[in-house]
Every structure is written in C-alpha cells, then in structure tokens.
C-alpha cells in the first residue's frame, strides 16, 4: 500500500468495497503493477493493534454480543443487524433499522459497514462446495453455474493459501468425498477439535439414522471443519488461535482471518480510501463505465460536512456485500437488460436444535465449531428436500437462547430450571446449578441450501432513504417448501442423534420476539436464523438473458464493470461460502488484469497519452480517515472533481468541435412539447449540486422549476441521417458565476421569453433518445447526459384531425444494439405523460434561443444555445387545466424515474410550450384523369 503520493500517477481500478473480494481483487491487481483506489464506505483505518484492543473493550462492554458489537457507531453509514429483527405474539415479524423488508417471511441475516466489511466478525470456517453443488439443475431444482468444480479448484488452492486455511485434506478427501490436487496440503494443520466434538464422535461415529426423504439410513460421522485460523503462529499468517471464543465478532489475537490481513500486503500502488459512500455508477453513452460518485465524511455525528466527489478509472469493481451491490445497481440503472439485479436473494436459513449432554461439554471454549456431520449435503435426496450441513456449536445455547445470562436471571427468578419454584436461587446452590447446566450444553445447527429464487429479491423504494439520501435496500424474502421440507427432514434426524447421544432436547420453536423466523409446515411449528451469507443479487449465468454476470463476473451489459462476490454465486450449496467466494474472486482477477492489459495496449497504439490521478499527497495510503483526498481523482482527460475550485475559471475561449461534426448544428424539422414544473427546491438544489455544480437553480416566487421536454426531428449527420425522438428532463438554471447579471422574473415571465440575457436554461439531467447518432453527436458536441431509450407517440399533426392538440408519449428502456448501429429495445415502460391541450388559451412567445447547459469530458460546464426560428406557442395551466396534463413513473428504479419521483412526485404541471415545424413541402390531393379509350 502506498505511503504516500506527491506526483501524478495512472489510475487503472476502483473498487468498491474493501471487506474479503474488495481486498483480495486489490492485492491481486498491485502486485501486478496497477493502480488501484479501495472506496470503503465505513470506518477502520487506523493502527490495526490500537483498532482491536478498542473494538475488544466495546465488545466487552456491549449488552448483546452481536456481530457489530465490536464496532463504533456509524449514523451515517447504518449496518444491518440481529436487533433490527423480532417476531410478534402471534407469529409474523418487525423490521426495523436499515432494511425495509415487505416478505411473507424475514431476511435474518445482517452485514456490517467497515473496513473488512463482514470479514472482521465471520465465523472463520472455510469449507469448499461439493462438485455436486455447482449442478443442482440437473437434480431438477436451482441453477447451474457456467463453471464447475473441476475448473475453479486451482482458485480454492489460491484462496486457502491467502485465507491461511487449517484442516485435515485427507479427512475431506474420505469423508466428504472433495477432489483435491496431487501433492496439495492445507496451510496449517486442522484446528484441534473440541471436547465436544469428541464427546459426540464416540456416541455417533459409524452409528446410522433415517433421513425421511432417503429410502436407505445415513451413516454418521463427526468430520472436522476447514477454517481460516491459525492452529500455529507463521510470519505468513500471525499468532495461533488461543481459542477466545468471541470469534464473531472479534479475534483478540488476531488468528482468524480477516481482510486487514490481505491489506497489510497491498502494493505500494493500491490506495484505501475509507468513509467514502458510493452512491452512483457512471457510464458514457456506449454504456462504457467511466467512474463513480462518492459521498465523503470526515465525522459521522456531522452529515452536513459531506462532501461529493467523482472519481475515474479503466475498470470498476463491485466488491460490497451482495445487498449493497445490487443496490448501487439498481440506484445507477445499470446492468439490468435481463431484470436480474436484486433477484434470486439467497442465505442458509439455520434451523437450531439445542439441549444438555449427560456430561459436560465444556462450552464457550475455543471456535465456535470446529466440526460437523457432513452426510446430508449430497445424492438424490436434494431433489426433493433441502440438503443441510450440521454444524456442531460450542458455544452452548448462545445463539438457540442467548448467552448464559440468561440461565443467570432465570435461576434468580425461578429456582432450578428443572424443577422451578419461583423463589430463586443464591450463593453456593446458584453456582452449582449454572455449573450443570450451562456446563452441559451444546447445540446444532443444520444450515439448509436455498435455491436462487427470482421474487426473493432486493428493490428500492425512494420513500425510505438512509441518512446520506440514497434508497435504502427493500427486501421480500421467503422460504419454499423445498425448504421447509429440509427443516422437516433435519428435525427429524436431530431427534435421533440426540436419542443416540443421551441428550435432553430443548429444542422449542413459539412465535414472539426472539424467533422472527417462526413458521408451520404441515402442522409442526419451526423457525430459522439467517447464517450471513447473502448471495445470488448479481447472479452468474452462461446467457445475458438470464443473468447479471458472466462466469468471470463481468457485468453482461458493461464490458468494464466487475460485480464480485457472493451476489454473483447461482448456488450456495451447505458450504459456508466465503471460500468460494474468494475463489471466484481470485479467478475474476485474472480477467481484470488482462483486460486493463489489453486496454493499455490499445490506448498505446492509439496514442501516448496517459491516464492520470492525483492521491493522497502526503502521509500513508491508509491515513484517508483523517482527512479527503488532497488533490482530486480523475481519470483520463478528467479535471478536478466537481464542486472544487478549477484554473482558468474566466477562460471563454471556445470549445473544440469534434470531427466530424460542423456547428451550427441544423434540424431540418422539429415538433417539440414541454411540460414545465414548480416544485420545492430543496432536492432540485441537491440534485443540481451532484450533477452541475457550476449551476444554481432558478427561484420563481420560493419554487423551483423542473421540465420535461419532448422532440421530434429531423437532422443529417456526416455519417448518415434519420428522425429522432429524445426526452430531456431538465432543472432551470443559470450558471452561479452570472448571478449579478440575471433579471428578476416570474415564472410566467420566464416562460414568455422575457429573459433577455439567456442564463436562464436548461440544466439537463437526463437525455433519452432513439438515434445512436445523435447520442453520439449530442454527448460530444454539447455534453449532454444522453443515453439509449424507445418511444411510441401521438401528438398533433397536420395530416390528421383538424383541432387534435392531444399528446400521448411513452418512454421505453433501449440499450445499443452491439453493432453500435441500432437498438435493442426492451418493452419496460420508464414513464410516459399525456397532454390534452385541446381548447386551452395560448400565448405565441419567443423564449429562443433556448441555453442548454451540459458538461465537457473535463468537467467544465458548456451553454448551447438552440435558435428555434418561429414562436412558439405557451399554455399556461392554470384554473383547473393543470389535470389536463397527466405524467405517470412506471419505472421508479430506473434513474429517470427515481430522478421524476424525486423532484416531480405529484406536483401539477405549470405551464406547456409547443412547437410544430411549418410545412416545407406538400403533396396535394390527386385528382382523376381521364382514361384512354
């Protein structure tokens, strides 16, 4: 990692996200010589010793040892966790905190928001997937992967060395029956198993029991677990595990694995930038990803120092959790052609059994697991049932119940829990009783495989946002019966092992507040846990049909734009997936690597230009919590970042005109309606902020005004011609800099053409059109935020109904055919309008030329103005006709449509303008000849 940067360097990647992919993909790309910026949302950049020994005395002292117990208060960035979730009396749940959840059953399961992501507080087990896992389809259920066991073994090798993986090869070879390498070890040698994990191999081992959806009993074997733990110190990896027991959240030592570890190994040339939200994607109109938008905070107590920035690169790498990648998808309205983003939410739901042994087990001692009964994960049963790994727990009840005191407050209250008297017990009889008990437990937990489901999904709802202003994550979530079945199958041989190992089963599930996962299948009640392990929101397929991602993770639509991790994985199998999830990952560096080679050997064969951006200019790349980037980050020909201060602010020199364009640029016809809005200017002004902030927004009388413009026309380009139909969805503005110059206007003088000095214009925000051509000529000529869109449209015309001044236009989702000549055109409505105008008074007025303002490639503003060479006609809306004109959002996640909701909502139209081009040519009627006799 770099220690510090005073010249103008390349900036090849950013990824988002530096929890386990975020950091490995980072590593990855370094050691090979790239540039490389890691925008982490949350905290955590500080000494790594002085981080732990803070986080472990937050922990200590949290009144529920939740996964993001050990980590400091973020309002800002909010992570989703266990307390956010409970059940009521009569079954059902609550959700409250960072998700929305709207499905008949809950996502368990949390994430955290730092530095690491959820990599600080994993369990730390490390388990590789079946081969059968990556071919459920043929089982009849789930989704193949475009890539099997066989081709993504070299990466799981890869991935145990980086992890610092300990396990036993040969019990996995036996046991699980797993493929591994000639010759090829773990890292470390296994993890010593617990006193439980021997307690119940002596009663179990080679012991049988019937699986109800099996027609032959299953052999039972206690198999230890491969897990990212030191089971001895090495330079490579640090300290031995010295058994803690507080693994989630946090390893006083240091021996579980965390991504920390893989960043204290970054290259020089990789650079972490924490307390950085990213909150858009950027593309160019090809649908090439440019860069992104961030938010950057120096204290989460103070929102109102947030500050915006945009930043440039080659390639972008998604790399947060599944949930957060999908939602900064779904916000950017990017790589969706197959409606896939967000869908097929997967997780292992965990079904708890918990009782007492008839000895001690010593629990609370050591990993959390250390072993498991591996027997139910694979053959013919999955097709009907969920297949389930059981994982053995050491840490008693904790999970099942709560920590021990639990056991502590009910003894004070109810006496011995075996035969409660209600008068409590103290003292010597108090300890001695907890002693038994809590000394006697143990628990299972059977994590059930979940197949991808498309309605299990993530959405936005732009009515729930979080604190930054972006839509938070809208989850609908459920279980199938091919689940359920599997609880019900898992229930069942939970019985029998605890008849064959002598135990009590305390097992209860009742709907209330600590079991929000509370259900009946078939007249038994159950419930379930949510294991962490969000996957399938981006998910992997052979075919940009059905799917977000190739095999290598690369976004289908944008050929430069990465999604990483578990959001990409079709299938989870019973495995813990971060293994896999690493592995997949290293693989995806590859490709990265070549394509940022082969992309460097085209710029140099194009020209010897470079790519630049500034970094930290003093102090370690890691220093970035105390403080913004020094200089901007751009990419290449980008400028400062928007919203700083730039050179040559007064430079009216005129910009270069692209070749092989001519300007004037000259229409040959034009029909054209606007609709114009008075909205709060409140979001206009933080809209205008993010997207031009060399404007300010035009004030009429305390409101804002918003407009929505229509255009049918005619032009030749220098390599071809045709009609083209566009929508720009605009705010009015001037540039900040004019302010002194601008008269003072009322709406209706404005819309009248009153404003002489033409600083009153058009900030686009979005441009929709049906012509590559003019996407081209307009994002190069005049800035212009263009992009692929279809329409179907009625609108007056002199070759229909006399008096008809009726409008109908429907804006439809288009990408560029890959030919670059044409367009795909997808039958998803983003939003349409009518506009009756029919018998409403009108206003001939002269408001040309028209100032549209856009942004060069370097960031400075453009004002182009259009000179319409006739009036045009003016509708105000006022007296009732506002219901005249009707503007509907089909489509509220699509860019355009959060954007219409945003500023828009309900608010009546003010005014519409019109233009209809006059004839230039007309063919008469015919008339009959005579007919030769």
Request: with cysteine.
């Amino acid at each position: 990692m770099t220690s510090g940067r005073n010249a103008e360097e390349r900036i090849d990647a950013i990824i988002v996200g530096a929890g386990i992919a975020g950091s490995l993909v980072a590593k990855q790309l370094g050691e090979r010589g790239w540039r490389v910026l890691v925008l982490e949302a949350g905290l955590g950049d500080g000494d790594q010793g002085h981080e732990r020994a803070v986080d472990l005395d937050r922990y200590r002292s949290a009144p529920a040892k939740v996964p993001g117990a050990a980590i400091a208060r973020n309002p800002l960035v909010p992570s989703p966790d266990v307390p956010d979730l409970g059940g009521t009396p009569g079954g059902g749940y609550r959700a409250d905190g960072y998700f929305v959840q709207n499905g008949p059953l809950p996502y368990s399961s949390g994430y955290l928001r730092v530095n690491g992501g959820t990599g600080t507080a994993w369990t730390g087990l490390t388990p590789r997937m079946h081969p059968e896992d990556f071919r459920t389809g043929a089982l009849g259920y789930g989704r193949d992967w475009p890539i099997g066991y066989d081709e993504l073994e070299p990466y799981y090798r890869g991935a145990e060395r980086e992890l610092g993986v300990a396990g036993d090869l040969a019990e996995q070879r036996e046991h699980v029956d797993l493929p591994f390498a000639e010759g090829y070890s773990f890292p470390h040698r296994p993890v010593p198993a617990s006193h439980l994990d021997r307690m119940l191999a002596e009663r179990l081992d080679g012991q049988h029991v019937q699986d109800p959806s099996q027609p032959h009993p299953t052999a039972l074997r206690v198999v230890g677990t491969p897990q990212a733990r030191n089971s001895s110190a090495t330079d490579e990896h640090g300290p031995v595990c010295e058994g803690s027991a507080s693994c989630i959240p946090i390893c006083p030592t240091g021996a579980k694995y965390t991504p920390r570890r893989t960043q204290d190994r970054w290259a020089p040339g990789v650079t972490l930038l924490t307390r950085a939200v990213v909150d858009r994607i950027l593309t160019d109109p090809t649908g090439r990803i440019t860069g992104v938008e961030y938010q950057r905070y120096d204290d989460p107590a103070r929102p109102a120092a947030v500050t915006r920035r945009t930043v440039r690169a080659s390639v972008v790498v998604l790399a947060a959790h599944a949930i957060e990648n999908a939602r900064l998808l779904l916000a950017s309205g990017l790589a969706n052609s197959s409606d896939q983003v967000g869908r097929n939410l997967m997780d292992h739901p965990v079904l708890l059994t918990w009782g007492l042994m008839p000895e001690r087990t010593g629990p609370y001692r050591g990993p959390g697991s250390t072993s498991g009964l591996e027997g139910f994960r694979f053959g013919p049963a999955r097709a009907v049932r969920a297949p389930f790994r059981v994982e053995i727990g050491n840490w008693g009840w904790v999970w099942a119940v709560g920590p021990p005191d639990h056991e502590v407050a009910s003894m004070l209250h109810q006496g011995d829990p075996a035969a409660p008297d209600g008068r409590g017990l103290f003292g010597t009889a108090l300890r001695q009783a907890l002693r038994d008990r809590v000394g006697r437990q143990f628990a299972f937990q059977f994590e059930m495989e979940q197949s991808a489901d498309p309605a299990n999904r993530v959405t936005l709802d732009h009515r729930h946002r979080d604190p930054l202003g972006s839509p938070r994550p809208v989850l609908t979530y459920d279980v199938s019966d091919h689940v359920k079945r599997g609880m019900a199958a898992a229930k069942a041989v939970s019985d029998q092992i605890f008849a064959l190992a002598g135990a009590e089963d305390h097992s209860r599930y009742e709907p209330g507040p600590f079991q929000p996962g509370w259900f009946e299948y078939e007249g038994r009640p159950y419930a379930y846990r949510g294991a962490g392990h969000g996957a399938g929101t981006h998910i992997m397929g052979e075919r940009a049909a059905d799917s977000v991602v190739d095999s290598w993770q690369r976004c289908w639509d944008h050929p430069n734009l990465y999604a990483v991790g578990c959001g990409s994985m079709p299938s989870l199998g019973t495995s813990n997936p971060t293994l896999t999830m690493a592995a997949i990952t290293l693989r995806s560096a590859e490709r990265i690597h070549r394509d940022l080679t082969e992309l460097r050997d085209a710029v140099r064969l194009r020209s010897p230009a470079t790519t630049a951006w500034t970094g930290p200019a003093q102090g370690s790349g890691r220093s970035s919590d105390h403080g913004p980037l020094s200089r901007p980050l751009h990419g290449p020909t980008e400028g400062p970042v928007r919203g700083e201060s730039r050179p040559m602010a007064h430079d009216l020199t005129l910009p270069p005109v692209t070749a092989p364009y001519l300007l004037p640029f000259h229409y040959g016809a034009l029909h054209n309606i606007g609709l114009d809005y008075l909205v709060d200017p409140g979001p206009v002004r933080d809209m205008l902020a993010k997207r031009h902030p060399d404007l300010t927004a035009a004030d009429f009388g305390g409101r804002a005004c918003v407009t929505v413009n229509y255009q049918l026309y005619f032009a030749q380009y220098p390599n071809g011609g045709g009609i083209t139909q566009e929508i720009e969805y605009s705010i009015i503005a001037h540039p900040t800099a004019s302010a002194d110059r601008l008269a003072r206007l009322s709406y209706e003088e404005f819309a009248q053409g009153f404003d002489q000095t033409k600083l009153l214009g058009i900030a686009r925000l979005h441009v929709l059109c049906d012509n590559p051509l003019a996407i081209e000529a307009g994002t190069l000529l005049f800035g212009e935020p263009k992009y692929p869109a279809w329409f179907e449209s009625v609108m007056p015309s002199p070759n229909g109904p006399a008096g008809d001044d009726t409008w109908t236009v429907t804006c439809k989702q288009a990408t560029l055919a890959p030919s670059g000549d044409g367009l795909d055109r997808r039958e998803s409505t983003l939003f349409s309008f009518e506009a009756d105008l029919r018998g409403l008074p009108r206003l001939p007025v002269n408001n040309t030329p028209i100032t549209g303002y856009g942004t060069d490639p370097t960031g400075r503003p453009l004002a182009g103005p259009l000179n319409v060479y006739q009036p045009y006609q003016y509708l105000p809306l006022a007296d009732g006709a506002a219901e005249r004109v009707r503007l509907r959002v089909h489509d509220a996640s699509s860019e355009i449509g959060a954007d219409l909701t945003t500023l828009i909502g309900d608010a009546p139209a003010a005014g519409a303008w019109t233009y209809q081009s006059p004839p230039v040519a007309a063919h008469n009627r015919p008339y009959y000849v005579p007919r030769a006799t």
